[in-house]
């Protein structure tokens, strides 16, 4: 059973490094964000088979918890870096749009030129 646990362990975590060589690579911010996707999924798988070997002392914990903290480190960056890059770029703008507006609005109102 160990056996297969490092193995799954193996192939999710080599995916995480190959998917985001091909996340690179991409030809937009669509195609972007879905190879981001599959590394954020594979980042997570990782993350629980580690959670798995530590629960089951399948390892030394000092072995384990480094790569457990790395798991949760990647897991939180591509988290973040899907979330951000779901947001459409309009809706970006207009949030600038906005922000911009009530910056010139409360100069203009508090100064007089």
């Not at 193995?7 to 975590?13: E, T, V």
């Not at 981001?36 to 002392?57: C, G, H, P, T, Y």
């Amino acid at each position: 059973m160990s056996r297969h646990i490092a193995w799954q362990l193996a192939d999710a975590g080599t995916s995480i490094a190959a998917n985001y060589e091909e996340a690179k690579a991409a030809y937009s911010r669509r195609d972007f964000t879905a190879k981001s996707s599959i590394v954020l999924k594979e980042a997570r798988e990782s993350r629980m088979w580690l959670r798995l070997i530590q629960a089951e002392s399948l390892a030394p914990i000092d072995d384990v918890r480094p790569l457990l903290n790395e798991a949760n480190e990647l897991v939180a960056i591509f988290t973040t870096s899907v979330k951000r890059l779901r947001i459409p770029l309009t809706a970006g703008l207009v949030c600038l749009t906005l922000v911009g507006a009530y910056c010139l609005s409360y100069v203009t109102s508090h100064f007089h030129f």
